[in-house]
C-alpha cells in the first residue's frame, strides 16, 4: 500500500513540475489552482482564518462542506503553510489513499499480487486522476475512497461473518456525507443492496437481521452527517452517532435471539419499525431516483419556472462539461471505458471481469451500485464515472490474472507474469493520459494580480461583478461580495450575462447599482433578478420597458451604499457563447434568440496579403487587401473591418482599422497582447464585455479604471 501511494505521488507531481516552468501558472511562488470549487473551499478557510474573504457575507461556515475544508483549515493552522499552497499539495498526498480500501479487497480474496494492480491501477485512473490531480482541491478526494473503505467492510462482515465488520461498515456509510454531501444515495445503494444480497443468500442467519437493523438506522440518521446539517446542530450529530453505536452494542449482545428471527416478536418488530423509520425519515429510493434525474436532467436547458412570476432562465448547470454526453452510445461507451479503465480494451476487460468475480465470489454483488455509476455515465454525464473506478480497476485486473492461469494450470508462474504483462499494459494507457492532460488553472497570474490590487482599495460589504466561474476566485483574492459564484449558480447569472452583452454601458452601470443595492439589502439566497423583473412582467411596458428605462440617462438609480467593481480578463471571452445562452432569450417563452457568430481561433498567421486562421476543424482564408474570407468547405463572406490592436504602449492601446465592407455584421480583430484572433458579428462587438476589455474603451462619466493589465482589467462602477 506504501508502494502504491508513493507511485501516485510521483505521479501526480507531473503537473507541478510542468506548471512551475510556466509563469502565468505561478502566484506567490505558488502553482495557481485547477477548479473554481478550490476557490470556494480555499475562502471558507481564509474566512476561519481572517484572511482575505474574512468580509464575504456570502461565504460559507467553515463546517458546511464538511470534511474538505475542515482538514484545509487544520492543515493551515497546524502546519503554517499557506492556504494556496495546501490546496496544490493535498491532492497529492490524499489521491493514493484509495488505494488501501482496493489492496484490501485483494486482499481479502486471497491475492496480495490482485489488489496491489488493481490499486496501482486505480489511483492513476483517468477519472479519478483528473479530479485529483495537484491543484484540484475538491471533493472528490473522498468521494470514493470513503465508499470504497465501506465496501470493504461490507465484504469482509459477509465473507467472515463478522459483526465487527458490519460495524464499521455502517460508521463508514455513516460518516461518509461529512466527507462528500452529495454522496448521501451512494451511501443508500450500498447499504440496500448489502442487505438485499443477504436477504436472498443467508436469510436465516443472524447477522442478516443484524445488518437489516443496524445499516436501516444508519440509513435513517446518515442525511444529519453533512457538513450543514452537523454545522446547524452538532450536538444532535453526537446523539445520532451514540444511537448507532448504542445499537451496534445492543445488536452484538443480543444476535443469540436472531437465530430464527421470523419466531421473534421483539425481532419482527424491530425490524418493521426500522421499514418504517427509513421510508419516513430517509427515503432512500426517492433519493437515489431524485440525484439521479438531477444529473440525466442537467442537460435540460431552462431553470424550473417560478409560479411567482413565470419567468424561464438558462440553467448553468446544462454547459457543465462533467453533465455531457456523447451524441452516441457508441461514443458514450469508449468515453466511459477510456475515462474508468484507461481505454476501450480495458473497459471491456472490466465488464467482463465483473461478471467474472460474480460468478465466482457472489458478494461481489454487494458492488453493483459502483456498476450502476458507469451506467449513468453514458446517460447524465461524465460526472459518475469517477464512482466507478475502484470497482473497475478490481474487475479488469481480476481477468488479467484469472484467463492466463486458468489456460496455464501447470505454469502458475507463466500465467502471473501474463496478467502483469496485460495489468502494465492497462496502467501505460493511463500514464499516457496523465502525460497529455496539460490543464490550465482557473485563473492566470495576472487576472489574479488584477483581483489583488483591488483588496486594499475595497471595504466590507463591497461587491464584484464577473462571470459566475470568477466568483469563489473573487472572495479568495479581492475580499469582494459576488451575485453568482460557483456555489451559487441561480438565475442572477442572466444579471451578469445582461450586463457584459449589453451594448449600452449606460445600462451596466445602471442594472449594477440597482442590483446590487437590492442584493445586499435583502437575503442572498433569493435571486435578485427575480425580485427586479417580477412587478414588469405583467405591466404594459413588459420587461424590454424595464430594461429601456434602466438605459436612459434619467435613470434615478438607488443611493449607492458601497462600491462595485467590475472585472474583465481575457478568459470570459471563451465564456461569451455561454453568456448570450443566458442573455440573449425571451424570459417569457424561455426561446433563445437567433444566435451569433464567435470564433476565438487557436492559430493564425499572415504573410501580408493573405492570413489564415484555424480552430479545430474550422480553417478560414482573409484577402487582406478586400477583406474577403472563406472557408475550408467553399464559403465566402466580406469583412465589416478587421482591426490590429498591438501590445500597449504607454497604458494605451492603439487600435489599427482597416474599412472593408458596411454592410457585413463579420467583424476580425487581432490583438498582440494576450495574442487573439478573433471573428464575431456585430452584436457581440458592440457588447459592453468586449468594448470594455478588448477594446478597453469605456464611458468615463459612469466607470472608473482602477486595475489591470493587458490580460485583464478592474473597473470601479461610479
Same mark, same amino acid.
Given at each position: ?5 508513493? @507511485? ?7 503537473? !507541478? ?75 497529492? @498526498? ?166 430464527? =428471527? ?31 434525474? *438531477? ?26 462539461? *462533467? #453533465?455531457?454526453? #456523447? ?22 476487460? #472490466? ?14 454483488? !454487494? ?153 445586499? *439589502? ?17 405591466? !404594459? ?42 442573455? *440573449? ?79 457585413? =455584421? ?22 459592453? @464585455? ?12 459612469? @466607470? ?15
Amino acid at each position: 500500500m506504501s508502494v502504491v501511494w508513493f @507511485f501516485s505521488v510521483l505521479v501526480r507531481l507531473n503537473w !507541478i513540475g510542468d506548471a512551475t516552468q510556466i509563469d502565468s501558472f505561478m502566484w506567490n511562488g505558488v502553482p495557481l489552482v485547477t477548479t473554481n470549487d478550490s476557490y470556494l473551499f480555499g475562502s471558507i478557510a481564509q474566512k476561519a482564518i481572517g484572511g482575505t474573504a474574512s468580509n464575504v457575507a456570502d461565504c460559507p461556515g467553515i463546517l458546511d462542506h464538511g470534511m474538505i475544508t475542515v482538514l484545509l483549515f487544520v492543515s493551515a493552522k497546524w502546519t503554517g503553510l499557506s492556504v494556496d499552497t495546501l490546496m496544490i499539495w493535498l491532492p497529492v @498526498f490524499i489521491g493514493g489513499i484509495v488505494a488501501i480500501p482496493v489492496f484490501l479487497i485483494g486482499r481479502l480474496f486471497g491475492s496480495t499480487l490482485w489488489g496491489f494492480c488493481a490499486a496501482v491501477l486505480a489511483s492513476v485512473a483517468q477519472s479519478y486522476y483528473n479530479r485529483t490531480m495537484a491543484g484540484y482541491f475538491d471533493t472528490d478526494m473522498f468521494s470514493i475512497t470513503v465508499p470504497a473503505f465501506a465496501l470493504y467492510c461490507l465484504l469482509a462482515a459477509h465473507r467472515k461473518e463478522s459483526f465487527a465488520w458490519l460495524t464499521a461498515g455502517s460508521a463508514t456509510l455513516f460518516i461518509y456525507p461529512f466527507f462528500y454531501f452529495p454522496g448521501v444515495p451512494i451511501a443508500y445503494a450500498l447499504a440496500l443492496t448489502f442487505v438485499g444480497f443477504r436477504l436472498l443468500t443467508r436469510f436465516r442467519h443472524p447477522m442478516t437481521w443484524q445488518s437489516f437493523l443496524l445499516l436501516g438506522l444508519a440509513v435513517m440518521i446518515l442525511d444529519g452527517s453533512t457538513g450543514r446539517a452537523i454545522a446547524r446542530a452538532p450536538l444532535l450529530w453526537f446523539v445520532r452517532a451514540a444511537i448507532l453505536y448504542a445499537a451496534s452494542v445492543i445488536l452484538q449482545k443480543t444476535a443469540g435471539s436472531m437465530q430464527v =428471527p421470523w419466531r421473534s416478536r421483539s425481532v419482527m418488530a424491530a425490524c418493521a419499525l426500522t421499514c418504517l423509520g427509513v421510508i419516513v425519515f430517509s427515503e432512500p429510493i426517492k433519493h437515489i431516483g431524485r440525484r439521479t434525474s *438531477e444529473y440525466i436532467g442537467a442537460r435540460s436547458e431552462l431553470l424550473p419556472q417560478s409560479p411567482a412570476d413565470g419567468l424561464n432562465f438558462f440553467k448553468a448547470g446544462s454547459l457543465v462539461v *462533467e #453533465a455531457q454526453t #456523447a451524441n452516441s452510445l457508441r461514443e458514450n461507451i469508449v468515453i466511459t471505458a477510456r475515462r474508468v479503465s484507461g481505454s476501450l480494451i480495458g473497459g471491456i476487460l #472490466a465488464i467482463a471481469g465483473f461478471v467474472l468475480l460474480v460468478f465466482h465470489a457472489r458478494e461481489f454483488a !454487494i458492488a453493483l451500485p459502483f456498476v450502476g455509476f458507469a451506467y449513468l455515465a453514458m446517460q447524465g454525464g461524465e460526472r459518475f464515472t469517477i464512482h466507478a473506478v475502484p470497482i473497475g480497476a478490481l474487475s479488469a485486473t481480476a481477468i488479467c490474472f484469472w484467463l492466463p492461469n486458468l489456460m496455464m494450470k501447470k505454469a502458475p508462474g507463466a500465467g502471473k507474469m501474463i496478467g502483469l504483462a496485460v495489468c502494465s499494459l492497462l496502467l501505460f494507457a493511463n500514464l499516457q493520459h496523465v502525460a497529455a492532460y496539460k490543464t490550465s488553472p482557473v485563473l492566470d497570474s495576472k487576472s489574479v494580480a488584477t483581483l489583488a490590487q483591488t483588496a486594499p482599495k475595497s471595504d466590507a460589504g463591497d461587491y464584484l461583478i464577473t462571470w459566475w466561474d470568477y466568483g469563489t476566485a473573487a472572495w479568495y483574492y479581492s475580499g469582494l461580495n459576488t451575485v453568482c459564484n460557483p456555489g451559487n449558480q441561480n438565475s442572477d447569472i442572466y444579471l451578469v450575462a445582461k450586463i457584459l452583452n449589453s451594448p449600452s454601458q449606460a445600462l451596466a452601470a445602471n442594472l449594477t447599482k440597482v442590483a446590487i443595492e437590492t442584493h445586499a *439589502e435583502a437575503s442572498p439566497s433569493r435571486p435578485v433578478i427575480r425580485r427586479l423583473l417580477k412587478p414588469h412582467v405583467k405591466s !404594459i411596458a413588459g420587461l424590454d420597458g424595464f430594461f429601456s428605462e434602466v438605459s436612459s440617462t434619467n435613470y434615478l438609480a438607488p443611493a449607492k451604499t458601497r462600491e462595485t467593481y467590475l472585472f474583465l480578463n481575457h478568459q470570459m471571452l471563451n465564456f461569451i457563447p455561454a453568456m448570450r445562452l443566458f442573455s *440573449e432569450r425571451d424570459l417569457l417563452t424561455g426561446e433563445p434568440h437567433p444566435g451569433r457568430t464567435f470564433i476565438s481561433f487557436n492559430d493564425w498567421k499572415s504573410d501580408g496579403q493573405i492570413l489564415q486562421a484555424t480552430r479545430g476543424a474550422i480553417r478560414m482564408q482573409v484577402d487582406r487587401k478586400n477583406l474577403q474570407a472563406t472557408l475550408d468547405d467553399g464559403r465566402q463572406f466580406a469583412l465589416n473591418n478587421f482591426d490590429y490592436i498591438p501590445a500597449a504602449q504607454a497604458g494605451r492601446l492603439s487600435i489599427k482599422r482597416q474599412s472593408g465592407h458596411p454592410t457585413s =455584421p463579420f467583424r476580425l480583430v487581432i490583438r498582440e497582447e494576450p495574442p487573439l484572433c478573433i471573428l464575431m458579428e456585430e452584436d457581440i462587438f458592440h457588447s459592453n @464585455f468586449v468594448q470594455m476589455y478588448l477594446y478597453e474603451s469605456f464611458d468615463a462619466e459612469r @466607470f472608473e479604471r482602477v486595475a489591470g493589465n493587458p490580460y485583464a482589467i478592474m473597473y470601479r462602477v461610479k
